[in-house]
């Protein structure tokens, strides 16, 4: 992988995931389980996505 395809991911991250972990305290406040259910499928697949390139890239 080319350093600017782990620019993107770097970057998806650090905007994405403060944003995703604001919409799951917002769901847990107005007590939207389905929600809230999204955003942590949303949270869990950006934390596991450097661990994914990682693979991708050693495999290749």
Same mark, same amino acid.
């Given at each position: 992988?080319?350093? =600017?395809?782990? %620019?993107v991911? *770097? #970057? &998806? =991250?650090? #905007?994405? %995931?403060? &944003?995703? *972990?604001? /919409?799951?305290?917002?769901? *847990?406040? /107005?007590?939207?389980?389905?929600?809230f259910?999204?955003?942590? %499928? *949303?949270?869990?697949? =950006?934390?596991? &996505?450097?661990?994914?390139?990682? #693979?991708?890239?050693?495999? #290749?």
């Amino acid at each position: 992988m080319s350093l =600017l395809d782990y %620019f993107v991911v *770097i #970057t &998806l =991250l650090l #905007t994405v %995931f403060p &944003l995703a *972990i604001t /919409q799951m305290k917002s769901a *847990i406040a /107005q007590e939207d389980i389905k929600s809230f259910s999204v955003w942590v %499928f *949303i949270t869990c697949f =950006l934390a596991g &996505l450097p661990f994914m390139v990682m #693979t991708v890239a050693t495999a #290749t």
